[in-house]
C-alpha cells in the first residue's frame, strides 16, 4: 500500500499514543493492517510506552546549558521523584537541554523532531518511557541569546529541582549572573522590573488594596495614601530589581547588580511540576475500593 489515510494514521495514534511520523512508518510496513501495526509498535516497545499517556507526569527535573552566547533551560518530567534518581533519566534530561542550545528549535513541535544519536527527542523519549517503566514527558524550555558583552548564569536548587537561567548585560562576570539566579530561585520574583507588571494587574491590585482600606475603617482622605504606600510594598515584593538582595539584605538586587556594573536583563525560573495536578494515591483506599 503506497498511501496512507490520515484518518488511519489518527486512529493507530489514538490506540497507541506513538508520535505521528512512527504511527505512518508502522501502517506502511504492514500495508494498512491496523492490528498487525500495533502488533509492531508493541514489539518495538512503542505502544507500551503509549498506554502511560494518561498518567500524570509532574515530578523529574529542570536543567540549564549554556555555551557561548546561548543558554536553554529545560524541564522533563516523570511520574515519581524516585526516577529522577536513575541516572539514565538524568542523562536524557542533561543531553536534551544541550540539545536546545546547539539547534535552537523555535517550538516544542520542533524540538520534538531534533535529531539524536539514536533518533530523535521524541523517539528517546519514547524509548526511555519503556526503559524506566513511567510516562516521560518534555514539558517546556526557552532558549536565550545574548550578547558578547553580557552574561549567562545558571543555578540548579534541589539538584534540578528548580532551574533559574538569567542574563546580566554591562559584565561578562558570569558569577554575577549566578549569584542572581540563586536569589531568583529562593524568592521567586514574576517581573524584572515595575514596567512588566501589566496595567490590568496594577488596577486590580489597587482595587483590593483600596477595599482593605475602607474595610479596616480608615478615613476617605488618607485612604490614597495608604494604597500607594501598599502598592509600592506590592511592586517591591514581586519584581526582582527591587526585592532585598538574599546574599545581602541591606542592598537591592538592582544595587548589587549595580556595584558590579551590571543590569538584569531577564531570567526564567522552571520549578518542576508548578500547575500540573499531582497524582495523590491512598494505598488503603485503593486496596478496599478492589475488595468491592
Given amino acids: 500500500m503506497s498511501k ?31 492490528e498487525a501495526a500495533i502488533d509492531l509498535l508493541r514489539e518495538k516497545g512503542m505502544a507500551k510506552a503509549g498506554k502511560k499517556n494518561d498518567r500524570i507526569a509532574a515530578e523529574g527535573l529542570a536543567n540549564v546549558y549554556v555555551e557561548g552566547n546561548t543558554a536553554a533551560i529545560v524541564e522533563i518530567n516523570s511520574e515519581t521523584d524516585f526516577v529522577a534518581k536513575n541516572e539514565k533519566f538524568q542523562k536524557l534530561v542533561q543531553d536534551i537541554a544541550k540539545l536546545m542550545v546547539e539547534n535552537k528549535p ?22 526511555a518511557t519503556t526503559v524506566i517503566g513511567e510516562k516521560i ?50 524568592i521567586n520574583p514574576r517581573y524584572v522590573t515595575k514596567d512588566q507588571v501589566s496595567p490590568e494587574e496594577l488596577e486590580h491590585e489597587k482595587k ?20 500607594d504606600g501598599r502598592m509600592h510594598k506590592f511592586l517591591a515584593e514581586i519584581c526582582l530589581v527591587d526585592q532585598p538582595f538574599v546574599k545581602d539584605p541591606d542592598m537591592t538586587v538592582e544595587k548589587y547588580a549595580a556595584s558590579k556594573g551590571a543590569t538584569v536583563k531577564g531570567f526564567v525560573r522552571f520549578e518542576v511540576g508548578e500547575g500540573l495536578e499531582k497524582r495523590e494515591e491512598n494505598f488503603a483506599d485503593e486496596v478496599m475500593s478492589q475488595m468491592k
Fill in 4 to 34: 496512507i489515510s490520515a484518518s488511519l494514521v489518527k486512529e493507530l495514534r489514538e490506540r497507541t499514543g506513538v508520535g505521528m511520523m512512527d504511527a505512518k512508518r508502522a501502517l506502511v510496513e504492514v500495508e494498512g493492517d491496523m
Fill in 106 to 127: 523555535a517550538n516544542m513541535e520542533e524540538a520534538m523532531k531534533v535529531k539524536t544519536d539514536t533518533g530523535t527527542i521524541e523517539t528517546d523519549l519514547i524509548e
Fill in 137 to 186: 514527558s518534555f514539558r517546556r524550555f526557552e532558549v536565550l541569546e545574548k550578547e558578547d558583552n553580557a552574561a549567562f548564569g545558571g543555578y540548579l536548587h534541589m539538584g534540578g529541582r528548580i532551574a533559574v537561567l538569567v542574563e546580566v548585560t554591562g559584565t561578562t562576570d558570569e558569577q554575577v549572573a549566578k549569584d542572581i539566579a540563586m536569589h531568583v530561585a529562593a
Fill in 208 to 227: 483590593v488594596l483600596t477595599e482593605q482600606a475602607l474595610n479596616e475603617g480608615k478615613p476617605a482622605n488618607i485612604v490614597e495614601k495608604m494604597v
